[in-house]
Every structure is written in C-alpha cells, then in structure tokens.
C-alpha cells in the first residue's frame, strides 16, 4: 500500500511524476479546480464582510470521493498543484473539500518536472500560503461581482447573453479607442530624398545616401511637406559634386533578449510563429507537463510557463554556461553571468523565466518525440533561452557624411565581426544595413540618381495578439494566467472579430463599450484596474486585506449600477444593411459578425436562416460548385464551398444532411478511418473510450464527447505502431481502390 498520495492538478502529470516518486507514492489529479462558487446565484454574502459561498464542483463529486478515499488510506498527503496563485488556491479547496487538517497535508511546488525538481520539492515541503489563496479569492470574487451584476443589465439594455468582466470589458475597451483612433486619422504628406552614389571604380557596388541638412540646419520628417518644397531642393542640387567630407568608424554591441516570460514568449510566437495566444499556451502546457523522449521516461522540458519573472536558478545558468563554453567555445560566454532585472510590475519574483529544464535536450535530437507545434514551440523558448546567457553580438559601424553644394547627405553601414548569441537566436537583425564601399575624405562620388520619395504618415495599427497582450502587461491589467483566456472570451462573445490576425470591434463590441464607458467609467478602465492587479498584489505581500479591497470595489460599482438600471435606454444594435437580397424570402441581407469574420445573414432571421460567406475584399463569395461526388451518407451531391479565410471544403447538397469533407492537394474527399470501439472505459466518466488516428499517431476519446472531453494518446514501440497498419487518411480516389465495408466516417 502506497504511503503518501500526491495530487497534482493535470493527469498528463501523473505518469511522469508516479515514475520518479516510486512504490510509495501514488499520484492522482484534481483536473483542476473542484469548488467554485454556485452558478445558480452569486454565492457572495455582501452584507457579512463578502463571505462566499464555495460548492463542489458537480462533475468533480466522484473524483472528490476518490481522492478521500486515497487521502484516508495514506501516511500524507503532498498538495502539488502549480506554481502560482491558482495553484495554492486549487490546492486550498483540495484541504477543505478532502476535510484534510494541516497536520495532514503539506505544499509542495516546483518551477519544473524533472527528477531533482520533484525529488528536492518531496524534501522540502511548506505550509499553504493563505496569502496567495487569500489574493486569488479576492480576484475570483471580483470577477463575479462584475459578471453577476453587470452582465444582467446588459441582458436587459442591450442583448441576452452578454457579459462584462473586469479585464475583458478593459481589453474591449483598448480595442475600441484604437479603432477610433484610426477612424479620425488624417494622413500627413511628407517627403524624403535619397542619392544613389558609387564610387568613380566602377566595380563597387552603389549605396544610397540620405539627405540629412541644409547649411548645417538638419531636416526633420516633415521639413519638406509638398512636392514643391521637394523639387525646390532638386533644383538647387542640379549640378553639385558629390564629394565624401567624412568617414568614421565604431564598434557597437548588441545585447541578447531576456528570457521569456509568459507576455513575451505569447507575443514572440506569435509574431514568428503565428500562433494565438490560446494555442501558444495550450503547447506549452504540453512541454511543461512532460513528453516521453527516447531514452526517457518522461520530463518535462520547459520550466512553468505561468511568470512574469526573469529570473533564473543558478543550477540551470550554471549548466547552460557549460553548454555553451563545450558547444560554441569560450568566446560565446558573456564576461560575466547574465542577470535580468524583470520590469513587469507586480511580477512574482520567486517564480523563474521560461528555460528548458537541461540545455542538453537540444531540440532537433528531440524532435522525432514532438509533434511539429510542439517542436516549434520548444525550439524558439531553447534558442531564446540559450541566447539570454551568450556573449554580444559585435558590429562595426561605418557612417559618411557626403557634401553636395549647401546640402548633407548621410549614409551609413554596419558589418557584423562577431555574432555573439546570434549564432543560436538568428532573429531578423533590424539594425543590419548596406554596406558601404571603402571611403575616404574629399574623395568624388559618382551620381547615379535622386530619388524624391512622397510619403504619408500611417494610423496607428489595429491591435493583433502579441500588441494586445503588451499593452495590457504595460498598463498592468491581468497576469500571465488571465491573458490567453481574456482573448478567447472576447472572440466568444462576438465583441471583437479577427480581420486576418489583427482585432477589429464589433457593433456589438462598440455598444457594449460605450453603456459601460458612459455608466461604469468610474470603475471599468485601464487606471482603476491596473489599479485593483496591484491591491491584490498588495495581498498577497500581506500588505492589504482582502475583504477592504472587495468593498472598494463594490461600493463604486453599487452605485453606478443603480444609476444605470435608472438612466440607461435600451440599445439598439443596428446591422448594416447590403444591396444583397435574399434568394430565399426576398429581404435585404445585412452584414453581420462571427468570430471569424462578417458574412452576410437575412434580416429576416430567425425565420429566415439564409447566409453567404463573404470574401477577404468584403464580396460576397462564389457560388458552390456541383462536384461528381457523393455523400456518404445519404448519396446526394456534394458541393464545392469556399468557407472562412478561402478555405474551400465539401459540403453536402441536401439541406438536412450536415456531412462536411476537407478537400485533399488534389481536390478529393478527404475521409477519416471509422473511431473503433474499445474495452477501455474513461477515467473521468466511466464511458466507453473510442479509438481514433490522427497526424501524431493512435489516440483514445471519450464517446461521452463533448460533455466529456477526456483524451488520451497512445504509446506504441514503432515496430508495432498503428500507423503502419491504418492510414492516417485516405481520399476517395484511395478508397475507390481499397473498398471498405465500414462505412467512412466525414471529417
């Protein structure tokens, strides 16, 4: 009989810690958090100092009753849950769900799961921190003083099904005044004048160089406004010599980027990768939890990827420093250790940057253990990590200053001497520029051309996941945890769209912004929340109490609610009309927004449930095309239909029929193997588990699914793997061949 019972939030850590803890240990899983709040009511007693009300978690009965059962037969009981406020949270409601007393239980944490993490953290327990609990209660109530009493008036104002959140309405609220701000934009005419010159050797390569003054008098960006102002210089520049005044050379140095934390490796990826927010931490998850590398039984290969920290333990710089030095050689180390000084504010400083856990797991000897995301993701956090702790990247820097009658041009080039940590973090070097030829003073320079350029200046951007994500780390509104899931919910709820990768409001996103920008001023804006992040910083210093944060809160929002339930009108939220009508009852087709993007519905729904697609330009999307192919399911035509973001896929002619195929290089039907029935029954729900093939391999679902969404890969020696025995897919033009009895499934 095992002594001590670990629970661990995620069963995806089950395995690896069970196989490093041993006999004595048994690991088990809360799947996260097993008491909420009730959903049925707000579950906070306001009057009695905001006493909530916490429940056990439906779903969670049967696991709860399991783990009292295994926490009753163990010596102890170690409380493993992450490595931040959620974690010790989770890990508090475990104590109270269990009855487990303090004597009974004891924390453990660790930034990764690795043996000597897991082992060291076994060693040396501690107590639960109840000022963490204590600061992530506050925010949990928080949020459901503003969901449960906000979102109702804005069912009754404005539309059913809404809801506000305090760092969603705020996040909502940054998008809008970015899109206003580019709404009243007037561009500015401005121009500029370059001089293409080579040296009179005509086998050097020509440079450009920029006018940079007049008479001493340096010209800024909008010195010359008109084409007039621009052909005034080219006229007093007809005939001037071009000759080198001066040339002077310096070596600068380039400075690695810090490690990641969880904003900046989320805005990183997704600038290099495209990856969301959502999907960057959902990989991670993964790299953290622990992947089965050969020669491994399990570990994870990231450190925890929920910080705001930049700090990093001395074992691990330590370990990469030796790396580095038997890898790239002794002129790859930094003069001394690198340290990082993290400037987010309230940042968890007991917490490390997101580091592979051994620079030794080296990315492309792993990467037939990763699924290509998986191999992505953990390759840039390697090199980026790596790269933190090399020595610079030196230049030299060449600049010439070219005299042409009363007017200064300047040109200038850099060359790389030594690429320091760009050797391992080869990122688009911005500060790289053409080289120049050998100059020297007063010597003549050859014109080949003027270039007069007419420029305008530009609106500020639209906001795409990586700007989203630092502007709300720099106005300090959220924490690592809250800004993948604050995107998500305001995609779901239709209050910003996606126009390619970049965040544009809805109508409905703007009307609810401007009721609560109008009527909750005093509380939903970036000061007042950025605000609220640093008291519950402040309690989880042990520098403010919980309860008095809650009532400064509430005592605002109380009064502006009653106001509003007053003065407010009711919305409308008028949908933009087109010249489309309908072919099906005659009305006009008005524009309308999904997540994905706007398409055109019929006014007259929901009578009337008639759509089309619209394309990148906003037209209205070609017909679908008949195809020679049939359903598999009931035999009618399948048509050729181009979806969101042009992708094309079948779909089925008969209205009734909801059979859909994804479309294969060569145009066929692609078809999905029949899911295989099983004696495995689901560890969540008692289920029966389904056998289905994806890209990566066999995996196990519940056929619960969706209302169990319990997964499960399955490990196979490659000898025997199912992938030699199933293919992954098969086209219709490859089943034409191979009939089969099943009958095949639509993807």
């Known amino acids: 009989m095992p002594k001590y019972l670990v629970i661990v939030e995620s069963p995806a850590k089950e395995k690896t810690i069970s196989k490093i803890l041993g006999k004595d240990f048994i690991i088990k899983s809360s799947y996260g958090h097993i008491r909420d709040l009730p959903k049925s009511k707000l579950g906070i007693d306001i009057e009695n100092n905001f006493e909530p009300t916490y429940i056990n978690v439906p779903k969670a009965e049967k696991l709860i009753s399991d783990l009292k059962k295994a926490s009753g037969d163990a010596d102890k009981v170690y409380l493993a849950t992450d ?406 919910t305001i995609l779901d709820r239709l209050y910003v769209r996606l126009d390619g990768k970049k965040f544009v409001p809805t109508n409905l996103g703007m009307v609810v912004n401007d009721v609560l920008k109008n009527h909750f001023g005093n509380i939903i804006n970036v000061e007042f929340t950025a605000g609220v992040e640093e008291k519950l910083d402040k309690i989880a210093e042990d520098k403010a109490v919980w309860q008095n944060v809650l009532k400064d809160f509430y005592t605002p929002l109380e009064k502006d609610l009653a106001e509003a339930e007053q003065n407010l009108q009711r919305q409308k939220i008028q949908a933009q009309e087109s010249s489309k009508i309908c072919p099906n009852c005659g009305k006009h087709m008005v524009v309308r927004d999904s997540r994905r993007g706007q398409f055109l519905g019929c006014s007259g729904y929901p009578e009337c449930k008639t759509t089309m697609a619209l394309d990148k330009d906003g037209n209205v999307a070609a017909d679908p095309q008949e195809t020679d192919m049939k359903c598999d399911k009931c035999e009618n035509v399948l048509l050729k239909k181009i979806g969101f973001k042009g992708k094309t896929y079948l779909v089925c002619k008969n209205l009734n029929c909801k059979t859909t195929y994804n479309i294969d290089k060569d145009g066929n039907k692609v078809i999905k193997p029949e899911p295989q029935h099983t004696d495995i029954k689901c560890k969540k729900c008692g289920a029966e588990m389904l056998k289905r093939i994806a890209k990566r391999g066999s995996f196990l679902t519940c056929s619960a699914f969706p209302k169990c969404r319990n997964l499960q890969w399955i490990k196979i020696p490659k000898e025997t793997t199912e992938a030699k025995k199933i293919p992954k897919t098969q086209t219709a033009k490859a089943q034409s061949k191979k009939p089969s009895k099943k009958k095949a499934k639509s993807s």
């Open 83 to 488: 490595f931040d406020r959620e974690g010790e949270a989770i890990a508090w409601h475990l104590k109270e769900a269990l009855n487990l007393s303090d004597s009974e239980i004891s924390r453990i944490t660790f930034h990764e799961i690795t043996p000597e993490a897991i082992l060291d953290s076994v060693k040396h327990p501690r107590e639960l921190d109840m000022r963490l609990v204590n600061s992530q209660q506050a925010r949990r109530l928080l949020d459901r003083l503003v969901g449960y009493k906000l979102s109702p008036l804005l069912w009754k104002k404005v539309k059913i099904g809404l809801s506000a959140g305090r760092v969603q309405s705020v996040a909502v609220m940054i998008i809008c005044i970015r899109e206003e701000e580019i709404k009243s934009f007037s561009p500015v005419e401005y121009w500029s004048i370059e001089a293409e010159l080579s040296k009179l050797d005509k086998n050097t390569l020509p440079f450009k160089a920029q006018l940079f003054s007049k008479n001493d008098i340096k010209f800024d960006k909008f010195s010359m406004k008109t084409k007039e102002q621009s052909d005034e210089i080219l006229k007093e520049l007809e005939g001037a010599k071009y000759i080198v005044k001066s040339v002077g050379s310096k070596q600068r140095k380039r400075s690695p980027y810090p490690p990641y934390t969880t904003s900046t490796m989320q805005q990183d990826v997704s600038r290099q990768l495209g990856f969301s927010a959502s999907k960057t931490m959902s990989i991670a998850q993964k790299l953290y939890e622990g992947i089965h590398t050969r020669g491994s039984a399990g570990v994870g290969l990231i450190t925890y990827m929920r910080t705001d920290s930049l700090n990093i333990a001395k074992s691990a710089q330590n370990e990469t420093l030796k790396f580095i030095e038997s890898s790239y050689g002794k002129d790859f180390l930094p003069k001394a250790p690198r340290f990082y000084k993290t400037k987010a504010k309230g940042a968890q400083e007991a917490h490390e940057a997101i580091r592979p856990t051994s620079p030794n797991r080296i990315p492309s000897k792993i990467k037939q253990s990763l699924s290509p995301d998986e191999f992505k993701l953990y390759d840039l956090i390697w090199k980026r990590f790596l790269a933190s702790q090399m020595a610079d990247a030196n230049y030299n820097t060449v600049t010439a200053e070219i005299s042409a009658k009363d007017y200064l041009f300047k040109a200038s080039g850099s060359t790389l001497l030594f690429d320091g940590f760009l050797k391992v973090y080869n990122i688009d070097d911005d500060e790289k520029e053409a080289k120049l030829p050998p100059l020297k003073n007063d010597e003549l320079l050859n014109l080949l051309q003027i270039i007069p350029q007419q420029h305008f200046t530009e609106p500020p951007p639209r906001y795409n996941d990586a700007s989203l994500i630092k502007a709300l780390e720099e106005h300090g509104i959220g924490r690592p945890s809250t800004y993948a899931p604050t995107i998500k």
